[in-house]
């Protein structure tokens, strides 16, 4: 195959839902249908699940699952598909956004009876900054869901999105007869599954007049059908597949992932309209990932579980040329050359070592703290990537060294895990006091431990009052001096020198914005 062609091959996406909307599960059966898997259950939930076992235990095993599950790839269709992982716990969704940076696009998995969540409306913010082309399954059909034009508009008002369904379900719940596949014009009916296996004997309707379909469904909901998809073909324009491409236009479709239902529907249209590995956005040019050096960068970072062994696994996103074993690359931020002898790449639960990987791949490169987050790798050229995001976290907390025997390790362990991206840490620049920002309680905790069981450190925390932390910048110097010099015991510096403020209200936060109009006040910034 030529380079092209292995290029044009690739489909790197992401699943993300609202936690509970079945995100899992459909990940799970999209490797079922993908044949990379046999029995469903081989997917563990990486959900943190409040059990018997303590939050820190569970978190161990949350992170033991992710580090096998983060990319899972198969062939369907001489297709190649990697999906990337995500959290499953909203705690760490920035997590989840700096993964979408490295996908080509999304499937968006909403439950029928609840639709639009919170997290969803805040992936999709993500995807929309990005462009990035969106699918959407409405899950959970055997159960009571809304009605399908109801969902339709609340996905199309609250993600900002055009829609246009490709499937379209017969009934829910009870009455829940099947999914009319409007992309290959056929009706599928429902019939509850062996769930752990595939249904290779599902009845497909391609007449809808015909008598077989009369007979299925029964008159009142084939007639129901027809009038829906009359009224679908009036109210909602043709599927566009530029518009799909630009982030503009979301295909939905229907089904239980739960009952492998609606999901080959999805993976079929899927590989044929999700987009092969896209331009990348760099400090100085845009990267094709037809050209035939190199580029890449880091998304994200693991630590390697076992803490004997203090390694960690940086995954790269390879944006242009081919990634081969053993061969020299440049690491821009450090200056030098690196070479990997064992670069892995993933397949559902098994990781082997690779020699080569095309753009779109990802691959798992063992480190010893030379990486962090957003890191690029070449054949020589300096570029960084763009676009890695980091948002105004909202929790804060000094963070103080409990055991000064350990002062060392304790420092060492914070560098590595704010490399890992596990939390923001900003230091004050009147006392050089430490203070971490999270998104969510749970990184606390997390930083805590591990800081514990992976450095021998020891942590406490002290409460200090702040609302927000928000980066700025102005071209107006007298205006920026006078800033920083009346504000100066509210200004830190994040691990790359840049400068934060944290507001200790909501009120002081408006007042400065109002005061100090020429300054611009970001709550996300790239790297
Ligand atoms: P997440 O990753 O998005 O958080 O969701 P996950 O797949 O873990 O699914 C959340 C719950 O919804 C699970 O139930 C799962 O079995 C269920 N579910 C997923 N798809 C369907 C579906 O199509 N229909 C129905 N009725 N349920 C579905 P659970 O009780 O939390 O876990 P489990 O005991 O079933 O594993």
Known sequence: MTFKQEIERRRTFAVIAHPDAGKTTLTEKLLLFGGAIHVAGAVKSNKIRKSAMSDFMEIERQRGISVSTSVMTFEYRNRKINILDTPGHEDFAEDTYRTLTAVDSVIIVIDGAKGVELQTRRLMEVCRMRS????????????????????????????KINVIPLSWPVGAGSSFKGVYDRFETK????????????AE???EITDLESDEAQTALGESASKRLRDDLELIETVYPEFDRQQYGAGK????FFGSAGNNFGVRELLNCFVEIAPCPQKSVTDVRKIDPFEPKLTGFVFKIHANLDPNHRDRIAFLKICSGVFERNKPYFHVALGKQMRFSAPNTFLADRKSIVDESFPGDIVGLHDTGNFKIGDTLTEGEIINFKGIPSFSPELFRYIENADPMKSKQLTKGIDQLMDEGVAQLFTLKINGRKIIGCVGMLQFDVIQYRLEHEYGAKCKYEPVLLHKACWFDSEDRTQMDDFMTRKYSNIAIDKYGRNVFLADSAYSLKMAED?????????????
């Open 132 to 159: 990035t082309p969106v699918i959407v399954f409405v899950n959970k059909l055997d159960r009571e869901a809304k009605d399908p034009f109801d969902l339709l508009d609340e996905i199309e008002k609250e993600l």
């Open 187 to 198: 009706l599928q009916l429902f019939y509850s599954a062996d769930k752990q296996r595939l």
């Open 201 to 203: 004997n599902v009845l």
């Open 249 to 252: 236009l979301a295909p939905v």
């Open 515 to 527: 005061k100090f109009d020429k300054i611009k006040f970001y709550y996300r910034i790239e790297n």
